[in-house]
């Protein structure tokens, strides 16, 4: 069954826009959670722009589905990992500059490294999961480090400006799933999903989880907006 991974990540940047205490991404766990999401994905980064460490040791208490901890393959990520002991890892590239993850890991090129990640996280009864772009020399590479699962990064599907682009990009999408499953990959999918494209990922075989965020939380932002407003006007009439 195809589930869902909510990312919390972006309540947390609201709230590190005032470097105040709401909204609490833990408090968004919760009630994703209660809207059905299947697990709770979020990145600590190493600049600490939006998540902070307490939030990923409170996302481990709190969180009653599964927690899937997105982060750089550095040392200081990897004892964070082996400390909170989420319930699986997704190693994903990181460049202080960008805005958002830009592209998948150069697992080739960096293979022994990474292995070596995989191992001690592995090791430790951590699985992991390797966010790559869907190109068949990034899949067997990413095979050969014993990782558990991929991510295929739906960026370039996400961003195609025509129907044949899109068509194009799920292809490739398609082809990579089923290459990684041949290779005993286990198989998940985010990067720019939205209500209006997921549903051709959504049927791709062989597809376990879609890790989606920024569109959920853009849509909570504006579908809370109403009822927000009526009750700060409730609050100013003391009837809050
Ligand atoms: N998967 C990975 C590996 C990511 O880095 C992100 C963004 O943090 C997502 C999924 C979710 O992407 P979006 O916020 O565009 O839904």
Redesign the pocket.
Known sequence: MLTLGV?I??VATIRQARKTVEPDPVAAAVLAELGGADGI?T?LREDRRHIQDRDVRSLRETVRTHLNL?MAATDEMVAIALEVKPDYV?L?PEKREEV??EGGLDIAGQRSHLAEVVDRLQGAGIPVSL?IDAEPAQIEASAKTGARFI?LHTGRYAEAQTEAQQHKECQVLAQGCAQARDLGLRVNA????TYQNVRPVACLEGMEEL?????IVARAVLVGLERAVREMKQAMRGEL
């Open positions: 990312n990540d972006h994905t990145h997105e997704t994903v958002t993850t966010f991510e985010g990067h720019g999903l890790n989606i965020g920024h569109t």
